[in-house]
């Protein structure tokens, strides 16, 4: 039985795909954000998919014949990779003058983004292979949006978020 197994820090596991969706409001309008009532973000996770990574650790062992021995060992990291993508829908676009209005609903601010993901979210002792669908989402998360003024007199709006994962297995 392994005691302690001493694992490299050379990159710590990450449960969490975080977006950052930049939108410049249209010409004629202007960004008002009060609540997230007004806000939504979808996202696309089909194009993630697990890989295993072999990895050398150090594991601690008692020695019967006294002492302790320290060996090499074989684990896998388990690997999250591809793109995540986000749909975001933020706050209400504002006309400066308003002409007719087609629906109940008011308009609002969207943005896609595409999220580039390589990331460790499990180490597991060594296996054969790792299904693609070894993770699912338990969360997600958003701030509200930051607006700011360029040189030209545009707003540009700006918001972060992500999703919180859960390891289900290989």
Do not use: W
């Amino acid at each position: 039985m392994v005691d302690k197994l001493d694992i490299p820090e050379e990159e710590s596991c990450s449960r969490t795909i975080e977006y950052c969706a930049t939108a410049i409001v249209p010409d004629g309008f202007t960004f008002r954000f009060t609540t997230f009532d007004n806000f939504s973000a979808c996202s696309d996770l089909s194009e993630l998919v697990c890989a295993l990574e072999e990895q050398e650790a150090e594991g601690t062992v008692e020695n019967p014949c006294g002492g302790t021995l320290t060996c090499p060992v074989t684990i896998d990291a388990v690997r999250l990779i591809g793109t995540a993508r986000f749909h975001i829908n933020a706050g209400d676009l504002i006309p400066i003058k308003a002409g007719l209005r087609l629906g109940q609903r008011t308009c609002t601010l969207a943005s896609d983004v595409a999220v580039p993901v390589n990331q460790v979210i499990q180490t597991i002792c060594q296996t054969e292979n790792c299904q693609e669908s070894c993770f699912d989402t338990i969360g997600a998360f958003a701030f509200a949006p930051q607006v700011i003024t360029d040189a030209c007199g545009r707003q540009i709006v700006t918001v972060r978020g992500g999703l919180f994962l859960r390891f289900l297995g290989c």
